[in-house]
């Protein structure tokens, strides 16, 4: 079983290392609307239901650690937008004005950062985590996929896994900086900060490094789909455009990413980079070049783990409300009422189907990330109606109740019979 610890325990092993924690007032990229303390939306590892409960469930939060190879989850959590029909382009534009044109120009200035933020745990004063404010989502989606032919609903979709996939690889580094801090015993992450203010231009740009990686790990998520993203054609290279234009270090992701050598070169140079950190600053004992692989301080740099990391979800400004647009972020599904249809439906496969649509049952209790779920909105079936997969050949149909929360089966059968031919 491969582990690592939980963020809550590392920030506590990190308050024994004076100067690695501090009181530091503002989050490193936040814009000036965005205010960490009111999400409408939250992902708490510490609180997640689905991954606190036992070593037989996904994580074994119960003792602090999280277990990896009994986890078969996509990498992104299952954020879903729901688009009333009736939601024209020129409503769109009407409630947004012009602000999604200027968010995209102060982005293309400042980088992908003015969309979106990370917060390290290396503070105390706000929520550490990803933060995805909604006017980001937007301006993304309509100024980056413009020449796309996607639906809108796709596309804020994608806007929120781009955002997400750069801002987490800043969660990768703020683990790999507390991994060398525990094994040096010495203060890190603030130290690069120090260095890039004091001999900007002296040295490479620690903080630049780290941006084109985050860049060019968000760019190798659609170079590289998983499934869930093969149907988004164009956005690659929509994306990689906008990375292009973005400033010094941002603009670099595009290089990161075009192989695997490269990305992994990335690493390890700014993982040493944070080593150097500590011994500019402290005597620390340093390894000789080429002795350590210093990617090793990586918890998991090829596919980071979502799961460890809060993500909030900001709609300051009311936006999602006035235009009707609903957000779920579904973490797991533990009670489901069958109709009496899909009783009727079930009683009608054979038992190898009803078996699995149980097990499936079970499954949703513990996470709707599992790969194995095919967890998805069902758009043909309505509001709320969502599609989870049984076997290669067979779906059902799940409703989800917006009012009270309730889910309920109405339809299984093989893709004939519920539309997924």
């Known amino acids: 079983m491969i582990t690592v610890p939980s963020i809550h325990c590392i920030k506590a092993a990190l ?48 003792d602090g650690l999280v277990d990896y190879e009994t986890a078969d989850v996509v990498d992104h959590p299952g954020v879903i937008f729901e688009i009333p029909p009736s939601l024209t382009d020129a409503d769109i534009q009407y409630a947004l004005g012009d602000s999604p044109k200027e968010l995209f120009r102060l982005a293309q200035l400042q980088g992908i950062d003015a969309l979106g933020y990370y917060v390290t745990f290396h503070q105390r004063a706000v929520q550490h985590g990803v933060h995805l404010p909604i006017e980001g989502l937007f301006a993304l989606a309509l100024r980056a996929w413009r020449g796309v032919t996607l639906p809108f609903e796709r596309k804020l979709e994608i806007a929120c896994r781009a955002i997400l996939k750069h ?24 130290r690069v900060l120090d260095i890039q203010r004091e001999l900007e231009g002296g040295i490479e740009h620690y903080r630049n490094l780290e941006e ?28 990689k455009t906008f990375c292009e234009g973005q400033p010094a270090g941002y603009c670099d992701g595009p290089r990161y990413a075009k192989s695997r050598a490269a ?16 011994v500019l600053y402290e005597s620390a004992w340093q390894v000789s070049d080429g002795a350590l692989d210093t990617l090793i301080f990586y918890p998991k740099p090829f596919q980071i783990d979502w799961r460890r990391c809060p993500i909030l979800v900001h709609d300051q400004g009311g936006i999602l409300r006035k235009l009707g ?8 599904i533990s009670r489901i009422s069958e109709s009496s249809s899909f009783l009727k439906a079930l009683s009608r496969c054979d038992r190898r189907i009803q078996t699995m649509w149980y097990r499936r049952k079970a499954d949703l209790a513990r996470s709707v990330s599992l790969n194995s779920l095919g967890f998805q909105r069902w758009k043909p079936g309505g509001e709320g109606c969502y599609a989870v997969r049984i076997d290669s050949n067979y779906r059902a149909h799940l409703r989800h109740d917006r009012v009270n929360g309730s889910w309920i089966a109405e339809e299984i059968g093989d893709h004939g019979r519920t539309g997924h031919g």
């Open 325 to 332: 647009i609903g957000l779920a972020c579904f973490e797991a």
């Open 167 to 190: 801002e987490l690889f800043h969660f990768e580094a703020d683990c790999m900086a507390a991994n060398w801090e525990l094994s040096l015993g010495k203060p890190v992450y603030w």
């Open 15 to 62: 308050e024994q290392i004076e100067g690695a924690i501090k009181l530091e007032p503002h989050p490193e990229h936040s814009t000036g609307g965005s205010h960490p303390g009111t999400p409408i939306q939250f992902f708490d590892p510490e609180q997640s239901t689905s991954l606190k409960s036992s070593k037989d469930h996904i994580g074994a939060w119960s």
């Open 212 to 239: 084109g990686l985050a860049n060019a790990y968000m760019l190798r998520a659609f170079r590289h789909p998983t499934k869930t993203l093969r149907s988004a054609r164009g956005v690659y290279h929509a994306l």
């Open 263 to 278: 990305y992994v070169e990335g690493c390890r140079q700014l993982s040493a980079n944070f080593q150097y950190a500590a």
